[in-house]
Structures are given as structure tokens and as C-alpha cells.
């Protein structure tokens, strides 16, 4: 039956790659950039407010020895542009969503502007609102940012999910693309989300066709676990991964693993968190967004539950096409781990009587280097 009806080749996101996939199409939509403009032109007209109120008040704060550097004229004429070219470049990437073009913000140009002009010259109160909305709408300029740099890794994605899974009731559905295939250091055939073909713990990125400013025009290469990452995933398991404060303390504690900062569990939490990760060239499958389409269950119902064991694909035997990608191994040989695509046959292996039965490793982490 296999023989003359083959199983069409497929590859199956994770829970973890389907929410890293929502993220990175959401982050990269169109409606999302479209709503910092608005977002930045509330915070131009709240400095205008500011400006014009404190306009009377101004030839009384200028100083002998600092001139007109606390004023709000000062800061009218050196910081408020920096909003307006904000706006400028902002509505600049919006045109160019057209064309396929994607590229990162004005976000940080327009904060280190901010940040080196004084707002002395507003009431405590003003400055404090003033700076609480301009950090809002520059944290929304930065998930774009972060996007089209590629800069997000597991842990990043993590927790920006805990900040905005309310908004993912249900995730949506994806479909991976096998004949679709990119490659680090090239420009993705397609413009989306792209997967690791051989690395299930990679992380997910965005890449597009239409160039842009930056140097992120083609896909990078894969941010994924270090030995020490494998081991902390070993030991915390893929649920209770970042978000577990005890079994961190308690795997720092085991290992003698030692921060640089004075908080020896949070330095050492820390610096465990920013070492786990490395980075390596790879090829890629593109996923495609299945627009109004979903999943049937809340994500947060699922593997995240607490104790919760994921349920691993059933033996099979050599002839047999795999049902699952990921990494396999038969009893009949010693060092046969290998990683099978969906839909690849297995093999029967050479000295073997009869059918070879191959076997989900519980390690899913592609083999080290050498």
C-alpha cells in the first residue's frame, strides 16, 4: 500500500516554532507597521503641547554658564526633529511594503536623539508622562526592529510570548513549504517565515525578497542551542525552559556555574540564558501563514502544561515512510541516530534479519560539531 500510494513529504512545526512563526508574521505585518505612524504622531503633538506651553517660560531659564541648553528652544530645535524624521521614515516604510522592501525603523535613532537633549525645561510630571509614551511607542518600533534583524533567540521569543499570548487565543495555522528552500547568505525565494531544515531547536526567521536598507537582505544564519543550552534543556525540559526560577537555581546551584554581577542567582541565571546560544549556517523551508485559518486548541493547553510529557511517534520499521521529522535510531546498530525528514523512507540496515525497527530519540539535538 505504501508502494503505490507515497506519503507526500511533510514537515511539522512544533508548538514552539508555531508560536515563534506568529510572532514573526505579526511583528512583520503591514497593519502592525501601519500602526506607529499614528502612535508617533500623538507623541509629536504632545511635544508641540509641551513646547508651546513652556514657549513663555523659556528666556527665563537660560543660564550664563549653559546658555540655552536646558530650554525648551534647545530642545524644539534638536530633539523634536528627530520625531518628525521618525514620522518621515516611518510613512517611507510603509510605501515600501509595496514593493516586497522590508528593513528596520528610525525606533533607535529616535531615542538616542531624545536621550541627549535635556527636558529641564518641563514640570517633573510632563517630563515623566512625556518619556513614558515615547518608551511605549519605541518598544512598539522595536519588535519590528528585532524582526528584521534577526536578532530574536529562543529565550527572546519566549518572553516576549509571555507579554502577548492574551492576544493568540488560538495560534494560527501554518503550512511549511519543502519544495520552497533557502539558504544562509542568500535571498529567500519568497518573502515570509522561513524553518530550519535540520535543526528543530533553530530559531524561526522572517526574510524578504525586495531588499531594503540594512544589511539584512538575506537570510542569516540560524540562532540556535549551545552545549550548555542542551543541557539546561536536558534538565529543565522544553516546558519549564526559561520560565522555571527553581530549576534554573537549581541547575546553576549543580553546576557551580558563576555570574560576573553582585545577585549570584539572577548574574548567574543571566549569564546562563545569554551563553546557551550559537549560531550556524543552514538551509531553510519556507512556512506560509494560512491567512483565517487556526488551531482548534488553545496553545497555553497544551505541552506548556506543567509535568505534561510529549507524546513521541510510534516505532517503525525499515520500508516504512517516517510520520514525524526529527531524529531517529534503530537498536540494530550502534551510533545509527540520524535525522529523517517527514515522509522519507526508512532504512533497513546492512547484517540485519528481517525488518529494521527504527526508534523517536529522546534526544532531539542535532549531533556536535567535530
Known sequence: MNALYPMTPTYHLSLWQKRQAAMLYYYSSQSYLDALLPKIEELIVMAEMLLERRSILDPL??????GVRDTAANWSTGGFPALIEYRENTMWDMAKRADQCYGITGTNQCAHMLGEFSMQWATAEQEKEFRERANAVFSYGYKIDGVMERDWSDMTFWSIWQQIKGQFP????????????????????RTGVYVSQDDPLGALQFAWTG???????????CQTFNEL?????????????????DGFSKFIAQNQYKGVFTDPI???????????????????????LLEGEFEDSDPDA???????????????????PCPHAGWWFSPAREGSRQYFRDGAIFPKLEGDYGYTFWLWSPDQSRPALS
Open 211 to 221: 531588499g531594503g536598507e540594512g544589511m539584512w537582505k538575506t537570510l542569516e544564519e
Open 170 to 189: 488560538r495560534l494560527p495555522k501554518f503550512k511549511v513549504h519543502m519544495d520552497i528552500e533557502g539558504k544562509t547568505g542568500e535571498v529567500p525565494p
Open 266 to 288: 539572577f548574574s548567574a541565571r543571566y549569564q546562563v540564558q545569554s551563553d546557551s546560544f550559537t549560531y550556524r549556517p543552514c538551509k531553510w523551508y519556507f512556512v506560509e
Open 302 to 320: 497544551m505541552a506548556d502544561a506543567p509535568g505534561s510529557e510529549p507524546q513521541h511517534p510510534p516505532r517503525k520499521a525499515s520500508g516504512e
Open 229 to 245: 543550552g542542551l543541557d539546561v534543556l536536558k534538565t529543565l525540559g522544553r516546558a519549564g525552559l526559561w520560565g522555571d526560577e
Open 61 to 66: 531659564m537660560v543660564s550664563e554658564r549653559w
